[in-house]
């Protein structure tokens, strides 16, 4: 399976600032996604990163507040930008088509966010 | 979209008994059928997955049912160890985007 790596791990701040998050796989996917796991909650998918191009967003999920880039096609970054205590969650990357299965994809091992 | 339901939201085992977790998935598109463990700090893990022409699938203790026609799949996992005790996630594809279900919190008695 794909290795992915995510930095920060963890991170603590306050409302009103902004946070990036990289997601690095160590090998060429086609596919790379950007998830919010609320506490306690499911994943649910904030937007498709794709390479060259503008992210594709999910409904309730807006450019303005996830910037995401994906400038080649193993590294990625979100942004959460202008946060709120409720942007407290832990941001997971996935990769997909790695290798020769298209559908699959790994997960890196999140960012947990704690905004004050 | 997809919508997926996962029941039970919470199941405790004795070590050594099975487990079994059932998802629905609402779109007859969905083809592809993941399963995901996650343990406490840590990011999902795929288990095990199945497509929408497979019936069944077995790795080890682990087996995946899927029935098209009614649009559920289960999750049975035989003689469950401590080390199984982790919140698992069905997940539905369509066109390479996943919905996942609520998830199941096993836990597992020694």
């Known amino acids: 399976s794909a290795v992915i790596s995510q930095k920060p791990s963890r991170d603590i701040c306050q409302r009103g600032t902004s946070l990036t998050i990289q997601c690095q796989v160590d090998?060429?996917?086609?596919?790379m996604f950007w998830y919010r796991q609320q506490p306690g909650q499911s994943l649910t998918l904030i937007a498709t990163a794709n390479q060259g191009s503008e992210a594709t967003y999910e409904s309730g999920f807006v450019i303005d507040k996830f910037p995401i880039s994906r400038p080649n096609l193993t590294f990625s970054t979100l942004t959460v930008s202008n946060m709120s205590p409720e942007d407290s969650s832990i941001y997971l990357c996935?990769?997909?088509?790695?290798?020769?299965?298209?559908?699959?994809?790994?997960f890196g091992p999140g960012t947990r966010l704690l905004v004050l | 979209g997809e919508n997926v339901e996962q029941h039970p939201s919470t199941l405790s085992v004795q070590e050594g008994d099975s487990a079994v977790i059932k998802c629905t998935y609402s779109d007859s598109a969905s083809n592809y059928f993941p399963w995901y463990k996650q343990e406490l700090g840590k990011g999902p893990q795929l288990i095990i997955d199945?497509?929408?022409?497979?019936g069944e699938k077995k790795d080890q203790r682990i087996a995946v049912t899927l029935n098209k026609t009614a649009k559920h799949f289960s999750l049975h996992i035989t003689e469950t160890q401590p080390e199984d005790s982790a919140v698992y996630f069905c997940?539905?594809?369509?066109?390479?985007?996943?919905?996942f279900g609520a998830g199941t919190t096993v836990t597992v008695r020694a």
């Open positions: 090998s060429q996917v086609t596919m």
């Open positions: 997940a539905a594809t369509l066109d390479y985007k996943l919905s």
């Open positions: 199945i497509r929408s022409n497979v």
């Open positions: 996935s990769v997909g088509g790695y290798g020769a299965t298209q559908e699959t994809q790994y």
